[in-house]
């Protein structure tokens, strides 16, 4: 054997530090590729979030299973979406994963109280290690006695203003960690983008079903609302009635006035039938002068009682024109047909209530009529304003 060599320790000295070097290396590597490898999951989770919240999912849809969905991808338990209310002056629960029923339904949240108050409030981001030792937390009124940690980020809208706050919770003080909170914060641009592509979504569809003249419901929203109505008390064997309102001799009061003060009388029309009417019912503006309302949860006795209010306090009102003085007096017929009374679906209810207004006009208008008279009389009769009830015209839906 060959004995060693002096100039063998230091070659042995430079390869134990070539492979410390490596080992280190190697270390660094593994860490960089765990950080890549989370980072992916990161994103890939946002991607995931974003992809399940935009196909389709309007934020109206939002809610437990789509939580659940959104709480797999994030390996979160517990978590609270609070939209603020303008009208209430709270912080409402829309959404939740992980809470119990009686905190979604009662939890409310008046700003600047508690943490999601604060955040609302200050428009900033708060991390609560440990909740039991922060004063502000109000464990949702007490509703929710959960210990743990929390995340309560606010969600801004395109002025930088708070609109609502995103709550994120773990069981266990001190359970997040840097990553956490950066991941988190990105989920709640998702939210906020989600809410606020909704809103404008809904907007445009409350334009859609709203009269730009009188700023209540138009014809596609009558039809709309009444196959919901339909449906509803079809199932729960309840009686509605409808009521169709024309306008008597409008066409008069426009060649009188012109039409600039006819559109101000439609609006005053609007208004005054909207103030006899309950929360429930629905109003629309049917046609030219024309409205339409479905009274729910109404008989036909009851109907006619409110056809014939609706009628007086349309024939007391004095109108005035813009100048001050007095315009010509205004009456309205109206038609009325009930459920399941006048018809097993809501076109043959909507069908008798236009022959009855119908019947009404050509008895000398300024009434209310449930009769419906013989075909005979309706021969060529195609609606009150023309176009087939039932068919093409005014009793079919618009097309979607």
Do not use: W
């Amino acid at each position: 054997m060959k004995a060693k060599t002096k100039s063998d320790a230091p070659e042995a000295s430079a390869l134990r530090q070539e492979v410390k070097r490596l080992q280190r290396r190697i270390k660094e590597l593994e860490k960089v590729n765990n950080e890549l490898t989370e980072r992916t999951l990161e994103l890939f989770s946002l991607y995931e979030l974003s992809a399940s919240l935009g196909t389709g999912a309007r934020f109206d849809r939002m809610h437990d299973g789509s939580m659940d969905i959104i709480g797999d991808l994030l390996g979160i338990d517990q978590f609270s979406l609070q939209l603020f209310d303008p009208v209430q002056k709270m912080l409402i629960i829309k959404a939740s994963l992980g809470m119990p029923t009686e905190v979604r339904e009662q939890c409310r949240i008046t700003p600047p109280d508690g943490v999601s108050g604060y955040v609302f409030t200050t428009g900033e981001v708060l991390y609560v290690p440990d909740v039991t030792k922060e004063p502000r937390y109000l464990f949702y009124q007490g509703l929710n006695t959960q210990g743990g940690c929390l995340f309560s980020i606010p969600l801004l809208n395109d002025e930088n203003k708070p609109f609502g706050v995103l709550n994120i919770s773990k069981p266990k003080p001190n359970a997040f960690t840097e990553k956490d909170l950066t991941l988190y914060s990105a989920v709640a641009l998702q939210i906020t983008a989600l809410i606020q592509n909704f809103s404008s979504y809904n907007r445009l569809q409350e334009l859609s079903l709203t009269d730009e003249l009188t700023g209540i419901g138009n014809r596609r929203a009558f039809f709309e609302a009444l196959d919901r109505e339909h449906e509803r008390h079809r199932r729960n064997q309840q009686k509605y009635s409808l009521l169709l309102i024309d306008v008597d001799y409008f066409k008069r009061y426009n060649d009188r006035h012109g039409h600039l003060e006819g559109d101000l009388a439609l609006q005053k029309l609007a208004q005054l039938l909207k103030s006899r009417l309950r929360k429930s019912d629905i109003l629309t503006r049917y046609g030219g002068e024309e409205f339409a309302i479905c009274a729910g949860e109404t008989s036909k006795d009851e109907g006619l009682r409110l056809a014939e209010a609706l009628r007086k306090v349309i024939t007391e009102t004095k109108f005035q024109l813009t100048t001050g003085d007095p315009a010509s007096e205004l009456s309205i017929t109206v038609g009325i047909a009930t459920y399941p009374d006048d018809g097993v679906t809501f076109i043959q209810v909507l069908d008798k209530a236009d022959k009855a207004l119908y019947y009404g006009k050509s008895s000398g208008r300024n009434t209310v009529s449930s009769i419906v008279p013989p075909e005979a009389v309706l021969t060529g009769h195609h609606g009150a304003k023309g176009g087939a009830v039932g068919r093409r015209g005014k009793g079919t839906p618009p097309a979607s």
